[in-house]
């Protein structure tokens, strides 16, 4: 949990010495559609999450977006995680690119678990909430295509134990 509140204030720092958006790309009104891979490394190996997300950016600076997300955890399509999440994003001012933001967000994992011992056969299914903390950049292809990557913290609220490193990259369209 410390790394957590590390991790929290320097990105509340960061949010506090920025003065802004950048106010030719991420106008309010602003609609982000995308989708990213997530290259995740838990301590038991690492795995590949796909999802789509949608953002709409509703003040100068900042952004709500929705997004969803699938892994299998094991090379069995037994085992599997399903993600739905809401994040808030701060988008820091700068004159060049790429553009840096933060985010913080909640959400819920649903954990499908199939498993063997002996003679009989297993099933579980857990749903977790979900803490996500992060930064990034995003760099503009066009005028309205961006290439976004992130750095990204998870931690399952009910499983104090289990948290996710990962690194998030995906594209999307601004749609204004």
């Known amino acids: 949990m410390r790394n957590v509140m590390v991790f929290a204030?320097?990105?509340?720092l960061l949010a506090c010495v920025s003065p802004g958006v950048r106010a030719d790309i991420l106008l309010p009104g602003t609609h982000e559609m995308g989708g990213s891979a997530e290259l995740v490394f838990p301590e038991d190996g690492s795995r590949?999450?796909?999802g789509p997300r949608f953002g709409t950016v509703f003040s100068p600076g900042l952004e709500l977006e929705f997004?969803?997300?699938y892994a299998r955890t094991s090379n069995s399509f037994s085992n599997s995680r399903l993600e739905f999440a809401a994040n808030f994003l701060y988008n820091f001012e700068t004159t060049s690119q790429p553009y840096p933001f933060m985010l913080v967000g909640f959400g819920f994992a649903r954990n499908h678990s199939e498993w063997e011992e002996g003679n009989r056969a297993y099933e579980s299914d857990d749903t977790n909430g979900l803490l996500n903390l992060g930064a990034g950049l995003r760099v503009p292809l066009t005028e309205s295509s961006l290439v976004r990557v992130e750095l990204r913290y998870t931690r399952e609220m009910a499983s104090p134990d289990e948290s996710i490193t990962s690194i998030r990259a995906g594209f999307s369209f601004l749609l204004r």
């Open 9 to 12: 204030g320097i990105l509340c």
């Open 48 to 50: 590949l999450y796909l």
């Open 67 to 69: 997004e969803a997300g």
